[in-house]
């Protein structure tokens, strides 16, 4: 069994870490087995960030949910989204994952203000930040020590 990440002493996996080409995915499977095992701090669990990888495969997070609850690794999990909700090729993967891990929501209007707020409590320039920059960001000042 993989261990069971405290999050509330360190950071989930950063968004980037990719597992069989999904970005997401590790720090989802961080999230929700510290959920399970009361040790998730204050992240969250099918967050919008892990609705973005449940909405792509066309799975539920009480699914995954279940699935983490009894998997013993990273590769089981893989193998479930595999094999479960939307087929997806390796080529579809690997676009949502780097269209995913560059997104910018400064460019969204209706992101770009929050986006813009929370960047600047962490002295990062919005108009140039990924979403993934930023929550490493907030990672690193969370567990600053």
């Given at each position: 069994?993989?261990?069971?990440?405290d999050l509330t002493k360190e950071p989930p996996r950063s968004p980037r870490n990719r597992?069989s080409g999904y970005v997401i995915m590790a720090r989802m499977i961080d999230k929700g087995?510290?959920?399970?095992?009361?040790?998730?701090?204050?992240?969250?669990?099918?967050?919008?960030?892990?609705?973005?990888?449940?909405?792509?495969?066309?799975?539920?997070?009480?699914?995954?949910?279940?699935?983490?609850?009894?998997?013993?690794?990273?590769?089981?999990?893989?193998?479930?989204?595999?094999?479960?909700?939307?087929?997806?090729?390796?080529?579809?993967?690997?676009?949502?994952?780097?269209?995913?891990?560059?997104?910018?929501?400064?460019?969204?209007?209706?992101?770009?203000?929050?986006?813009?707020?929370?960047?600047?409590?962490?002295?990062?320039?919005?108009?140039?930040?990924?979403?993934?920059?930023?929550?490493?960001?907030?990672?690193?000042?969370?567990?600053?020590?």
């Amino acid at each position: 069994m993989s261990p069971v990440k405290d999050l509330t002493k360190e950071p989930p996996r950063s968004p980037r870490n990719r597992l069989s080409g999904y970005v997401i995915m590790a720090r989802m499977i961080d999230k929700g087995r510290a959920t399970i095992h009361g040790t998730v701090g204050e992240y969250h669990f099918a967050c919008p960030l892990d609705q973005m990888l449940f909405t792509f495969k066309g799975v539920q997070a009480d699914e995954v949910k279940k699935l983490l609850a009894s998997s013993s690794d990273d590769a089981e999990v893989v193998n479930w989204f595999n094999a479960h909700g939307t087929p997806k090729t390796a080529e579809e993967t690997k676009a949502w994952s780097d269209e995913v891990e560059t997104s910018r929501p400064y460019n969204d209007p209706e992101k770009k203000d929050w986006f813009a707020g929370e960047c600047a409590k962490l002295g990062l320039r919005p108009e140039r930040s990924t979403l993934f920059d930023y929550l490493e960001a907030d990672d690193a000042a969370t567990f600053k020590k």
